[in-house]
């Protein structure tokens, strides 16, 4: 039986307008009632292209901020912070995964997955190198840990970018297209060691996607195209560990 | 403080992975940065070096001409001036021992240094010490610069060769085989790449004066041409030039040695005079400004003044010109990066979504560009502090 815990980002009444297109007289806009994310839980965005997926991962994440409406990380109303504290606490709360993984071809891969410390000026203490090798180990790139990003297969490139996301240990890690680039043997395997890595942490996953093949690993789908949202198997709230 | 060192952490690795691109702006840094050193410090050395060369002369005697070419020719043993004194004016500026007058007759070349003919006082004039053998005391004999010595490897009793005048004439004067009597010790100055002889083994060298071979019967009868004469006459024998390669002066045959016209006709190409006191200086002014010795004589710091003034505008127009290049170069160095930014924008956006400061991306950027200048500028300085043991050579390359 999966757990969940408290809720890590609640979005609630959002409204967001894109710009109108040239010659159009009404631009496009995002409404999402409510939308709960537990720990531990883990929820596919799908939808036509479009729909507003991405604009969606990036209000949770306090990157662009909505007309009206709130977003919430763990207790904390992202709009009333600053834009500075809106970094911060993305770099402590929240991990990105992305479909062209973004890994910097400069870094080795361990460095890769330290790269938040480095960015938000934190201490690279024994600590966050042990995190970092636990994850290494846990999604099974420990031996690739000096290994130059160019010279690594795109599955393990993938699995970099998860323990990247996953290193700081974040209430939410929102993934967009992460099976995107992969080929389709790799695909599960890379979404279900997302998924479990995350979960193991109690961190939630909100990650878009367009393979209908893999919603099935996922405790939840948000359709935004129906806008409804489908719930699957069986969960239940728990406070966070203290 | 761990912000700081994050950043250099950042910068230092994306400059080395990306090698070319970073040893590329490192030289263009390193230019802009060296060549106005580099320029300034072998100005100021090779000033100083000119300077100190020609305060130790104090005047230069030689034909009319320029005064420029006539002191540098003099210091630097380089391209003979284009007109010549004779042996009389040097012996006029010596007249009522009124100064210490040095003959310098030289445009010859031996070993790959020039073949100085002057007074053997010259090396005391100049301070120059022997560190093996004598000084030169008859003709045929010479004494060698350090420099020449250690390039060439001569020591005391070794015979070297003048280099031939002019190959394709067969009429020409031969190489002169001369003896190597003492050879110098490094002084750091133009005397160290030159080979001392008298005026007198300079002016045979020349061709002005020879002596005659004795055909004997040791010589091979191939190079007869003909024989005239019988008993009761002398007797003639043509031979073919090639004879002998070279001739050589020994006491046995120095006797045979002669000139042809008067020595005092012979030509000097300058001549290094040392007046007695202030007054015979004045005295001898007087006398070349009159006419009474034909010669034009100048004050060896204030011809080399005259030429620094020029070297000084040449150095500022080089350096503005410089200064030109290097705002160009910057400017340059600045769209680099600039681009370089637009080609990071991937990467500059995913730390920005990771969440890192907005002034985060700035400062490793920024970081980098420290590090390219400083390691340029060091590189710079540590060259420009080497640049000064090329002084020597670059002297050599623009003084001969």
């Given at each position: 039986m999966r757990v969940w815990y408290a809720p890590v980002l609640r979005l609630t009444d959002l409204q967001f307008d894109y710009p109108a297109p040239a010659g159009a007289v009404d631009g496009f806009r995002l409404a999402v009632p409510l939308l709960e994310v537990r720990g531990g839980e883990s929820i596919a965005v799908i939808g036509p292209s479009g729909c507003g997926k991405t604009t969606l991962l990036r209000l949770a994440a306090g990157i662009i901020t909505p007309r009206s409406g709130r977003v919430m990380i763990d207790t904390t109303d992202l709009s009333t912070l600053g834009e500075s504290a809106r970094r911060s606490l993305r770099l402590a709360r929240i991990g990105f995964v992305f479909q062209d993984f973004r890994l910097l071809e400069h870094l080795d891969v361990e460095e890769n997955i330290l790269l938040p410390f480095r960015l938000g000026g934190l201490r690279l203490d024994p600590a966050a190198r042990d995190r970092a090798n636990g994850l290494l180990e846990r999604l099974g790139i420990a031996h690739l840990r000096r290994r130059g990003i160019t010279r690594l297969s795109h599955g393990e490139r993938q699995r970099t970018a998860i323990c990247r996301a996953l290193v700081t240990e974040p209430s939410i890690v929102l993934a967009d297209e992460p099976t995107g680039n992969l080929d389709p043997a790799n695909k599960r395997v890379i979404l279900e060691a997302l998924l479990d890595a995350a979960r193991e942490k109690h961190a939630a996953v909100l990650a878009v996607t367009h393979d209908h093949d893999l919603l099935d690993a996922f405790d939840r789908v948000v359709d935004l195209g129906e806008g409804l949202t489908r719930t699957d198997g069986v969960g239940r709230v728990t406070e966070a560990p203290s | 403080m761990t912000g700081l060192r994050h950043a250099f952490f950042l910068a230092r690795k994306h400059l080395s992975h990306h090698r070319g691109r970073t040893a590329l702006l490192c030289v263009a840094l390193f230019l802009v940065a060296f060549l106005p050193i580099a320029i300034d410090r072998l100005v100021d050395a090779g000033e100083q070096a000119l300077r100190a060369r020609a305060d130790s002369t104090p005047l230069v005697a030689g034909a009319a001409g320029s005064p420029i070419d006539l002191v540098l020719s003099a210091i630097y043993f380089r391209e003979p001036p284009a007109a010549t004194i004779s042996q009389a004016e040097v012996d006029a500026l010596r007249a009522d021992d009124l100064a210490m007058v040095l003959p310098l007759v030289f445009g010859d070349r031996v070993k790959g240094g020039p073949l100085v003919g002057t007074d053997p006082d010259y090396l005391e004039f100049r301070g120059l010490e022997i560190s093996s053998g004598r000084n030169f005391a008859m003709a045929g004999e010479c004494v060698v610069g350090a420099a020449v010595a250690s390039r060439e490897g001569i020591v005391v009793d070794d015979k070297i060769v003048t280099e031939p005048r002019?190959?394709?004439?067969?009429?020409g004067a031969y190489p002169l085989r001369m003896r190597v009597v003492g050879v110098l010790a490094e002084s750091g100055s133009p005397d160290d790449a030159a080979v001392f002889a008298s005026t007198s083994t300079a002016w045979i060298v020349q061709g002005r004066g020879h002596g005659h071979i004795k055909v004997d019967e040791e010589v091979d009868e191939r190079l007869v041409m003909g024989r005239t004469g019988g008993d009761d006459e002398p007797s003639v024998v043509r031979m073919n030039a090639a004879i002998h390669e070279f001739v050589e002066i020994t006491p046995e045959n120095v006797a045979d040695f002669h000139f042809h016209g008067e020595t005092v006709d012979l030509p000097v190409n300058a001549a290094i005079v040392l007046p007695r006191d202030a007054k015979a200086g004045t005295i001898l002014f007087a006398r070349a400004e009159t006419g009474r010795v034909r010669v034009q004589l100048v004050r060896a710091a204030k011809v080399v003044d005259r030429l620094l003034v020029e070297v000084f505008r040449v150095r500022r127009i080089l350096l503005a010109v410089l200064g030109v290049v290097a705002v160009a170069t910057v400017l340059l160095i600045a769209v680099v990066i600039a681009l370089s930014v637009r080609i990071r924008a991937a990467e500059i956006e995913t730390m920005h979504l990771i969440g890192c400061t907005p002034s985060r991306v700035p400062l490793i950027i920024a970081t980098e560009v420290v590090i390219l200048v400083l390691s340029s500028g060091l590189a710079a300085m540590l060259a420009g502090f080497g640049v000064t043991a090329l002084v020597p050579a670059v002297e050599r390359l623009l003084l001969g």
């Open positions: - | 002019e190959i394709f004439d067969l009429a």
